[in-house]
């Protein structure tokens, strides 16, 4: 059974970081593209960070210059870099993995993130 389990969330002042980490089981994660999800209530779900499997990043113009997205396949766990949190980024966190068929998709369950000015 594949899981991918999210941590690191909380609630934090504008301006402080965290760090976001997406375990996998089940699951060979070298073998996926990987990346992050935010979702506020009201808001659409925005892909906020990704990383192929040959290590290629891309993020949205929101978070550019403040969030890096990494990945350890040794420890089949994903990070998610956040700095200069301000409330805009409050929202939901999900991780996934995607294989690059797109036939094979899996999503955690989400750690809220909720920063305060």
């Known amino acids: 059974q594949v899981q991918l389990v999210e941590s690191g969330g909380g609630l934090v002042q504008a301006g402080e970081s965290l760090r976001l980490s997406c375990v996998a089981s089940g699951v060979i994660f070298s073998f996926f593209n990987l990346g992050w999800y935010r979702q506020a209530p009201g808001h659409q779900r925005e892909l906020v960070a990704a990383?192929?499997?040959?290590?290629?990043?891309n993020y949205a113009d929101s978070v550019k210059g403040r969030f890096t997205i990494s990945r350890d396949n040794a420890k089949n766990t994903m990070y998610l870099q956040m700095n200069s949190l301000n409330p805009e980024d409050t929202a939901g966190y999900y991780c996934?993995?995607?294989?690059?068929?797109?036939?094979?998709?899996?999503w955690g369950r989400g750690t809220q993130v909720t920063v305060s000015s």
């Open positions: 990383v192929t499997r040959g290590g290629n990043t």
């Open positions: 996934y993995a995607k294989s690059n068929s797109g036939t094979r998709e899996y």
